[in-house]
């Protein structure tokens, strides 16, 4: 009889559980969809720089030959 109470008692606890760890799972998705963004972005200006920077370079190159 104590083990069918012991059961009763925790019968929702696995659904707790498993609604605590669906929503972690989700919390962690969600930060690396932001971090992968910003990344992606942050590339992109990155890129912008370099290509100014050697389109710089290229027309004191042109300049100075």
Do not use: H, P, W
Request: charge should be positive.
């Amino acid at each position: 009889m104590k083990r069918r109470s012991l059961l009763r008692n925790q019968s929702g606890a696995a659904l707790v559980v498993a609604l605590l760890m669906i929503i972690i799972l989700t919390l962690i998705g969600l930060a690396s969809t932001i971090t992968s963004t910003f990344e992606i972005r942050l590339s992109g200006a990155k890129r912008g720089t370099t290509d100014a920077f050697y389109a710089a370079d290229s027309g004191v190159q042109v300049v100075l030959a």
